[in-house]
């Protein structure tokens, strides 16, 4: 079976970012001279002979069967590796197959994770429901960037700590570099789930994160076309150190195999978590779906600094509205987090944020279904502008507590800003803000609608205008 670690053609981390988006990971094609690497969709890979069958089947170069490897995949496994500086990464159907894969790479039954709690309601549900039932128990740390509240949750049992890049959805940073401090105290690895930031914004493993992971739906494929998920192995976890916290990796395995560890060194758990759970679980991502995440890789840079540059600007432009409560969003210069953005995230705080409404759901209600640019729609990370209501969506089996703790205020929407002209999506919310209900605006909001359809494109640019200005004077 071939793997992301095999083979990686010349672009390493000496090289740009953008020039590893576009090289790392591929080879010409020694059939035809294919210049990007061609979509393999087959099953399964014929073998010349009696011993190459063996072979294959006993950990040789080559492909098999596409559950176990396929060429097309190994590709973008390899440029993702590259990317995130990374030595191996595993390929999924999904991001949450992919969060999935890589805590069973570390976890069993009777084991213990420390996860923060503000992530992805999806992973949240994840920990609570499914993995509890395989007996792995679950506790979420409340003040994520506190050392003693991850230290005061850790057990002797702990074997995984769990946080996200940039926090679903409100943008409430977690200090990586704190938290994989905490965790290695502990003999245990950091997962980060990397899916808003991208590797072009933040790499976690350069700040002390074990294991990353992604939706590859989202940022990475960028288009909106594909399902995909990634693990990525730092291969710096020093697992023989914590032997006894990590049997799996570091006694003999089944068939009297030497341990992981043993056999592969630093690639201990990406093999295991390829070979072990991924290829028997299942989660196979297609071929055609890891060639569409080829192409999308190879403009990453060029699209991120887009949708980075084209948020802040929505951001600023919200928070001065009077119908606007607040802003979730680490790169403006009010929000709590912007310390933590600009170390960790200087080229840019993502395109993914909330904001909250005065008006409550009633406002929310009307600027969600009044929007005509912005796409209504359980996505992020898309070429188009895209809205959802957190608290009746992806929230909406949380009690009213555990939306009130997380921030999931009825007035909250979360926005993922596309590629868009900057001025026509501000003309867009400019009309939707304009449709609250009277009687649940602000004293100070404006009560009537634009005058004439032309009005809110022409304040919309009067306002970009205004933001340009003030950044070049900034500059200067």
């Known amino acids: 079976m071939t793997s992301a670690g095999d ?5 390493g981390p000496e090289q740009g970012f953008a020039t590893r988006q576009v090289h790392a990971g591929q080879e010409i094609d020694p059939a035809h001279g294919a210049r990007i690497t061609p ?15 063996a072979d294959r089947f006993n950990g040789g170069a080559g492909f098999s069967y596409t559950r176990l490897g396929n060429p097309t995949t190994a590709a973008v496994e390899r440029k993702l590796a590259a990317l995130e500086g990374g030595i191996d990464a595993i390929a999924v159907s999904s991001g949450q197959a992919a969060v999935s894969v890589a805590l069973l790479g570390v976890l069993k039954a009777g084991d213990h994770l420390l996860s923060a709690r503000n992530i992805y309601e999806g992973s949240r549900g994840l920990f609570r ?5 395989m007996g792995i128990a679950v506790d979420f740390v409340d003040e994520h960037n506190d050392p003693d509240a991850w ?8 074997r995984a700590y769990f946080v996200e890049s940039i926090p679903n959805p409100r943008n409430d940073l977690v200090d990586l570099r704190l938290v994989a401090d905490v965790a290695h105290e502990h003999g245990v690895p950091l997962l980060v789930d990397n899916t808003f930031a991208t590797p072009y914004l933040v790499r976690p493993i350069e700040h002390g994160a074990d294991v990353v992971v992604h939706s590859t739906s989202k940022f990475l494929a960028g288009h909106g076309n594909s399902l995909g998920g990634v693990i990525i192995d730092s291969g710096r976890f020093p697992w023989a150190r914590y032997a006894e916290l990590h049997p799996h990796l570091t006694q003999p395995a089944s068939g009297g195999d030497a341990s992981f560890v043993d056999r592969f060194g630093p690639a201990a758990y990406s093999r295991f978590t390829r070979d072990v759970i991924a290829s028997r679980l299942g989660p196979t991502v297609s071929p055609f779906n890891a060639f569409l995440l080829q192409q999308g890789l190879e403009t990453l840079s060029l699209r991120i600094a887009r949708h980075s540059e084209s948020a802040l600007e929505i951001a600023e432009w919200l928070e001065q509205r009077p119908e606007v409560e607040s802003v ?10 912007r310390a933590l953005s600009e170390r ?17 759901e009633a406002a929310a209600r009307a600027v969600h279904d009044s929007v005509g640019l912005f796409t209504r729609m359980t996505h992020l990370g898309d070429v188009r502008s895209l809205v959802l209501h957190p608290g009746t969506t992806s929230h909406a089996h949380a009690t009213a507590a555990e939306k009130e703790a997380a921030g999931i205020l009825p007035g909250l929407l979360r926005v993922s800003i596309g590629l868009e002209d900057v001025p026509d999506l501000l003309a867009d919310l400019d009309q939707a803000l304009a449709r609250i209900p009277v009687e649940t605006r602000p004293a100070s909001g404006r009560i009537a609608p634009p005058s004439s359809p032309e009005d809110s494109p022409r304040d919309a640019h009067r306002i970009h205008e205004h933001i340009l200005r003030r950044a070049a004077v900034s500059i200067a």
């Open 7 to 11: 083979g990686i053609q010349a672009s």
């Open 39 to 53: 979509l393999y969709l087959s099953a399964g890979f014929a073998f010349d002979d009696f011993d190459e069958a």
């Open 129 to 133: 429901d499914v993995l509890s039932r």
């Open 151 to 158: 230290r005061r949750l850790t057990l002797p049992t702990t």
């Open 328 to 337: 979730d969003y680490s790169g403006l210069a009010s929000s709590p987090y």
């Open 344 to 360: 960790y995230l200087p080229r840019g705080a993502g395109s993914v944020f909330s904001f909250t409404l005065r008006g409550g």
